[in-house]
């Protein structure tokens, strides 16, 4: 976004967030996966010394899948981290000149608006979008030079629609998943998985959850498996590095929720549900301010905003979450935004992001390193990919995850709001690590060599 278009939008301020919105599709959201795996000491040399050769070359990693057939098996297609990563890799794959096809297994009956947005989207960049059964996938799945299912769910597909030629495909079938909740661990979901080429997982902690239950719950054994950490999207970073464009949207998303400039903005921004800790980050945000005032701190006023409210998702607990924040009438403080693509404008405006996420905490979590970009410490539990992205006292603070941790986070919360050159330090050092290892092109070189690895095995076969 060129910045003369910024200035002029500080007075339109609608557009610019359409415009925001427009490029925003594919930098966005909830649920964001996580991967890991075994084999990962050798795996893990190859990337650091892959992305060390890179780094000095412009080469596009991805390069040799030029002219390659890719078909892509979503489960569904929705805002959701899972199928937007996909789309994302159908993109950079289409950049190299990769023919990619896409069918999405789970389809709504009636019209959906995402849908349609999102298909037409994957239109525009030349992807080839087929129905999910029927005699032209099966064509392209036993054409195609790899397979690439998504989620674990994305399993249904391979028996329903290949049914007796399942074998053939299986060897050049690479099989991301991103999540590490028990229901997805479910024969009929993952029966094939011990004979595909490979697993990508987005965290260690992942895809050693995924070793342990495939093994202890269902007797099966892994794929050889690999971690393969995310990256921000070029997009995000273009806004994350842009100082007027995130100087004009701090001023206007704080102006439109009614926050000062020099007021504490405190985000969790994950689909709101139990499984993301908004109501234990709650609790804790009233238990940091009870804090405060016991303390006779002197500090600016501190708000809260949670961003990926559905109210006709989770209505039970939207209603609770606003009781709670009725009860403690703290209303004045916390402000609900509906579930969106957009983060980056809130990005640009809040000083801490909390990660709160619940039980084995989140796969990778993407709004974390997106909010580093953006240079924002951030208090996570210390459960799942976040221990992989946030370093305890460097780049944010850690607290347990469950009831225990509503203290640890309260206090934390307090250690960031009276330490301006704490915070500030650490948002900067998340930006650095962001440069590191988080960017899109570090992702796609970590992508080509799980590619690389799997088109050699699918051709012995
Ligand atoms: C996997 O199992 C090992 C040994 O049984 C255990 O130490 C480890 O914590 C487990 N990991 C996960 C993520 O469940
Ligand atoms: C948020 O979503 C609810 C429905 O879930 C809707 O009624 C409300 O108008 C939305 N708010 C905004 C600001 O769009
Ligand atoms: C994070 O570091 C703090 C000290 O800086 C320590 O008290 C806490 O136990 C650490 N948490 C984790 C999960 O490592």
């Known amino acids: 976004m060129a910045k003369h278009s910024v200035v002029m939008a500080k007075k339109k301020w609608p557009l610019m967030l359409l415009a925001f919105l427009s490029i925003s599709t594919v930098m966005v959201l909830f649920l964001r996966p996580n991967n890991s795996c075994n084999n990962i000491k050798s795996f893990e040399q190859q990337q650091q010394d892959q992305i060390l050769a890179s780094s000095t070359s412009s080469v596009n990693p991805l390069d040799f899948m030029k002219s390659k057939l890719v078909l892509m098996v979503s ?28 069918v999405t297994n789970q389809y709504p009956a009636e019209h959906d608006q995402v849908i349609y947005s999102l298909e037409s989207k994957m239109l525009d960049r030349g992807v080839q979008v087929l129905p999910a059964r029927g005699e032209k996938a099966v064509d392209t799945a036993l054409k195609a030079d790899l397979v690439i299912l998504n989620t674990a769910v994305a399993g249904k597909w391979l028996d329903a629609v290949l049914k007796e030629k399942v074998n053939l495909v299986l060897p050049k079938v690479l099989w991301w998943i991103h999540e590490m909740r028990g229901h997805y661990f479910k024969v009929e979901y993952v029966k094939h ?38 990256g921000n999207s070029k997009e995000l970073m273009d806004v994350a590095e842009d100082s007027v464009a995130k100087r004009v949207l701090r001023e206007h998303v704080r102006e439109s929720l009614g926050v000062r400039n020099d007021d504490l903005l405190f985000a969790i921004i994950n689909s709101v549900s139990r499984g993301k ?10 238990e940091s301010l009870q804090l405060i005032q016991e303390k006779k701190l002197k500090l600016p006023s501190l708000h809260a905003i949670v961003v990926g409210s559905d109210m006709n998702a989770q209505t039970k607990f ?14 004045d403080r916390i402000h609900f935004v509906n579930k969106t693509l957009a983060v980056a404008p809130y ?64 206090r934390n919360i307090v250690t960031l709001a009276t330490h301006v050159e704490k915070r ?4 900067k050092k998340g930006s650095e690590r962001v440069k590191d290892r988080f960017l899109e092109h570090h992702m796609s070189e970590r992508i080509a060599l799980v590619l690389k690895d799997v088109l050699r095995k699918a051709s012995h076969n």
């Not at 800790?277 to 009233?286: C, E, I, R, V």
């Not at 084995?360 to 996570?380: S, Y």
């Not at 500030?424 to 948002?427: A, D, I, V």
């Open 347 to 410: 990005l640009a405006s809040i000083d801490v992001l909390v990660q709160n996420s619940q039980a084995r905490g989140e796969c990778f979590g993407r709004i974390t390193i997106e909010a580093m970009a953006f240079l924002l410490p951030v208090l996570g539990t210390a459960a799942g990919g976040t221990v992989e992205i946030v370093e305890n006292g460097t780049t944010g603070l850690l607290h347990p995850v469950g009831k225990v941790g509503v203290t640890p986070l309260a």
């Open 318 to 331: 939207e209603m609770e979450l606003r009781k709670f924040v009725i009860e403690k009438k703290i209303q």
């Open 424 to 427: 500030l330090t650490m948002g």
């Open 193 to 230: 998985l011990p004979f595909v080429a490979g697993a990508m997982i987005d965290s260690h902690t992942t895809a050693q959850y995924w070793k342990n239950r495939t093994r202890e719950r269902l007797g099966i054994k892994m794929p050889e498996t690999y971690v393969v950490h995310l």
């Open 277 to 286: 800790g908004q109501d234990l980050f709650l609790h804790a945000f009233h």
């Open 75 to 102: 489960h569904e297609l929705s805002l959701s981290g899972g199928p937007l990563l996909l789309m994302e890799l159908a993109f950079l794959l289409r950049a190299v000149g990769s023919d990619v096809v896409w």
